[in-house]
Nanobody
């Protein structure tokens, strides 16, 4: 069984920076990609960024230039460095991992970490 744990959310002022962390654990054989999404009440989950096992990175246009995703393959971890935060960035941020164990493929989500941008 694969589990995802996110951390790093909190309350910050507009213009501030924040770094989210995500680590996958369990009987992981390979991770194809890990990504970040966010969701606000009443809205669909929004894609933010994904980093693939080959190092390729995709960003949503809405965060390109402000958010930076990185990974530590040795820790099955991915990070989201967020800068110049705005009130519109207030949301619950979710991490997703896609890969395989010895028995099956997996596509798992974390429980989410709350980010509030407010003065």
């Amino acid at each position: 069984q694969v589990q995802i744990a996110e951390s790093g959310g909190g309350l910050v002022q507009p213009g501030a920076s924040l770094r989210l962390s995500c680590a996958a654990s369990g009987s992981i054989v390979a991770i194809n990609g890990m990504g970040w999404y966010r969701q606000t009440p009443g809205n669909q989950r929004e894609f933010l960024a994904t980093v693939f096992s080959n190092g390729k990175i995709n960003y949503a246009d809405s965060v390109k230039g402000r958010f930076t995703v990185s990974r530590d393959a040795t820790k099955n971890a991915v990070y989201l460095q967020m800068s110049s935060l705005k009130s519109d960035d207030t949301a619950t941020y979710y991490c997703n991992a896609v890969g395989a164990t010895a028995d099956s493929a997996f596509d798992v989500w974390g429980q989410g970490t709350r980010v509030t941008v407010s003065s």
